[in-house]
């Protein structure tokens, strides 16, 4: 049985008046070590990564006012509302103390019908193992550590061992100690009922892409004749952020093995932009799901879980991530492997640096993109992490350690899985 993870959000307008405050709420919930001040996600065993960020008031294209925002955004494993319904039922307290500065909002009995109508849908998602769960991330920490302690305990025992005597040695050890019980066999594969499900997904959504391939055949050269027009007539405005604002997003991404990335910003006018953005991030959606599952995001490995979210009916464009390192070494990371995938992704928003042909040029001027990434991010300020010490490169390699109890090994085989301990 294969539990898939959910990508939840959440988004409630702040009564006016009230956004400084609970700012300032949030921020003091987030300084607190066990995060308690507002929900105690440690007690919910499925809560990956969550976060609730405040989106100032502001004014769209046209001038027109948009309201502050709440926004929570959180990766679970399982169905997204019976975790709304664990939430409610252990952190009443704290969300109502929350949700108490926004519009509408009826009190603490009416909290969970408020959740699920401000519930808001993900445009995509990107997990990066799919089926991965919390629990199995422990676990499997656990299991690294307690085989440490063995060999360190053992040390003696083992200089100029065969490594296969030395894998059996740990494969005694684990089957003897009751707490690694759960160890004694592999992780569950997926079963035949999921696996079909998601064949038949796959098949379906490229079945109905070839099915309509002659209409995009004929609408291509249309559309890639008004693609360049508008990308010749952008204008990409280079602003240099604030030393200040740098010096808080810089604090805010300093010295831990994970961080939160929280940006927002407004789509460029006209349908093409809306469309092309949609479709994008649709395939993005199937890709992620299909393709871009097991550890690797087209080459960035550094990366949880990341949630793509239009709001303000598709006027603005919500992207969130937990990833691993500083943010600088992020930034890096995308723009030297993909950055025709961020031009796609990302170059239907206002200001965004020039791009060609939709992939080409923009966000391989690497100073400007980083400038126009630092002036869409926004505080997050509050976050939790399930498991904080643990990079995505960590998680995989203690998967492969399990992995690694089973099955005959050669020589050479056994002492790379050494390698991994």
């Not at 308690?36 to 440690?42: G, S, Y």
């Not at 399982?78 to 975790?83: E, L, R, S, V």
Request: aromatic residues 10%.
């Amino acid at each position: 049985m294969v539990t898939t993870q959910a990508a939840v959000a959440i988004m409630a307008e702040i009564l006016p008046g009230h956004e400084e405050t609970l700012r300032q709420q949030l921020e003091r919930a987030g300084h607190d070590g066990e995060n308690n001040r507002v929900v105690t996600f440690h007690r919910l065993s499925n809560v990956h990564f969550a976060r609730f960020f405040v989106m100032s008031a502001a004014q769209d294209l046209q001038g027109r006012p948009l309201s502050p925002r709440l926004i929570f955004v959180a990766d679970v494993d399982g169905p997204a509302d019976p975790f709304l319904v664990a939430l409610c039922a252990l952190a009443s307290e704290g969300l109502d103390g929350v949700y108490a500065h926004c519009q509408g909002y009826p009190g603490r009995a009416g909290l969970l019908d408020f959740l699920r109508r401000h519930t808001i849908p993900v445009t995509a998602a990107y997990t990066n193992t799919i089926g991965r769960t919390v629990e199995q991330i422990r676990q499997e920490e656990a299991l690294r550590v307690a085989i440490q302690g063995f060999l360190d305990r053992t040390a003696h025992q083992w200089r100029g061992a065969d490594p296969r005597r030395v894998r059996a040695a740990i494969q005694d050890f684990v089957r003897t100690e009751p707490t690694l019980a759960w160890a004694g066999r592999p992780a569950s594969a997926p079963d035949p009922a999921y696996l079909l499900g998601e064949w038949l997904h796959f098949a379906l959504v490229v079945g109905a892409v070839i099915v309509g391939l002659p209409a995009v055949v004929v609408g291509l050269p249309i559309w890639l004749y008004l693609l360049r027009r508008h990308e010749k007539a952008d204008v990409a405005r280079d602003v240099v952020p604030d030393d200040a604002w740098v010096q808080a997003l810089t604090a805010e991404h300093g010295g831990r093995v994970q961080n939160p990335f929280t940006s927002a910003g407004f789509l460029k006018p006209g349908l093409l932009r809306r469309f092309t953005g949609g479709l994008v991030l649709w395939g993005t959606s199937f890709l992620t799901r299909h393709i871009f599952n097991n550890a690797n995001l087209i080459g960035v490995k550094t990366i949880h879980f990341a949630q793509w979210i239009f709001i303000d009916d598709q006027r603005r464009l919500i992207f969130t991530s937990n990833y691993d390192g500083s943010l600088e070494n992020y930034m890096d990371d995308f723009v030297d492997k993909i950055a025709w995938a961020l031009n796609a992704a990302f170059s239907h928003g206002v200001d965004y640096p020039r791009t060609s042909w939709l992939f080409l040029e923009g966000a391989n001027d690497e100073l400007a993109f980083k400038r126009f990434n630092l002036n869409h991010q926004l505080l997050t300020q509050f976050w939790y992490t399930a498991y904080p010490n643990l990079t995505a490169l960590n998680i995989q390699n203690n998967a492969r350690i399990r992995a690694g109890l089973y099955g005959p090994m050669d020589e050479a085989a056994a002492r790379a899985w050494l390698r991994r301990l």
